[in-house]
């Protein structure tokens, strides 16, 4: 997801977004220890985003 697209959201819909990219990466770890992930770079994506979205959400916060 663009930085453009998460700075648009409003703080209710980045943690709706931070909730659903949560449970992505619980199902990403479980098929990764069952051998099933077939790609292994999302995980680094996901968590990348994840460090996005708490960013924006910091900066939301000091702003007002």
């Known amino acids: 997801m663009k930085v453009k697209e998460l700075k648009e959201m409003t ?11 949560s449970k992505e990466q619980f199902n990403l770890k479980l098929q990764q220890v ?7 770079a999302r995980i680094k994506g996901l968590r990348r985003t994840v460090a996005r979205i708490k960013t924006i959400q ?7």
Not at 58 to 64: A, S
């Open 11 to 21: 703080v209710e819909e980045l943690n709706t977004q931070l909730e659903d990219i």
């Open 34 to 40: 069952s051998g099933q992930l077939e790609n292994p």
């Open 58 to 64: 910091n900066q939301k916060k000091v702003e007002g």
